[in-house]
């Protein structure tokens, strides 16, 4: 079996009258995402962990930022394709593990929701996604609610 490791990273500014998509779902917040897609700066890092894993570059490549084809596009979209990029080169997903980092708003209720809604996009268990969140103490773009990052970990393996 052939086990690899990828990590993701994403980062968007957040701006009032936006919407704010994160883990799949929109949450009621006064400031959402400034992105050329939905900006769901969760997924985004999910897509990275995964393509870093497999060796198939990053998001950018397949999804670029300049093409109006992905202008406003779901990134649940985006990580279905990146989805059936792995399993066409043969991968499976062991497991994702991520870490939002976001002053406000709160997103601990949130999780249970946004866990269901990625384990059906990508077609895994539940269980084998997490997710954790922290602020940043309010110190930098995080603290000061200017913005929002994500961090992603996923496993993937091949049997041959």
């Known amino acids: 079996m052939k086990i690899r490791v990828g990590n993701g990273y994403d980062v968007h500014a957040l701006a009032e009258n936006h919407d704010f998509w994160l883990g799949g779902i929109k949450i009621e917040h006064y400031k959402g995402c400034i992105a050329h897609s939905d900006g769901d700066t969760l997924i985004h890092a999910i897509c990275d962990a995964l393509l870093g894993a497999a060796a198939l570059?990053?998001?950018?490549?397949?999804?670029?930022?300049?093409?109006?084809?992905?202008?406003?596009?779901?990134?649940?979209?985006?990580?279905?394709?990146?989805?059936?990029?792995?399993?066409?080169?043969?991968?499976?997903?062991g497991n994702i593990d991520t870490v939002v980092?976001?002053?406000?708003?709160?997103?601990?209720?949130?999780?249970?929701?946004?866990?269901?809604?990625?384990a059906k996009v990508i077609d895994i268990p539940v269980d084998d996604i997490a997710i954790k969140a922290t602020t940043t103490?309010?110190?930098?773009?995080v603290g000061y609610e200017e913005g929002v990052a994500a961090y992603a970990v996923a496993l993937i393996y091949k049997i041959e």
Do not use: W
């Open 57 to 93: 570059e990053d998001i950018g490549c397949h999804f670029p930022d300049n093409d109006n084809a992905f202008k406003g596009i779901d990134s649940k979209i985006l990580l279905k394709n990146v989805v059936g990029l792995l399993r066409k080169n043969g991968y499976n997903i």
């Open 101 to 118: 980092c976001l002053q406000r708003p709160k997103i601990k209720p949130l999780m249970p929701q946004m866990r269901e809604t990625l």
């Open 137 to 141: 103490e309010k110190l930098g773009f």
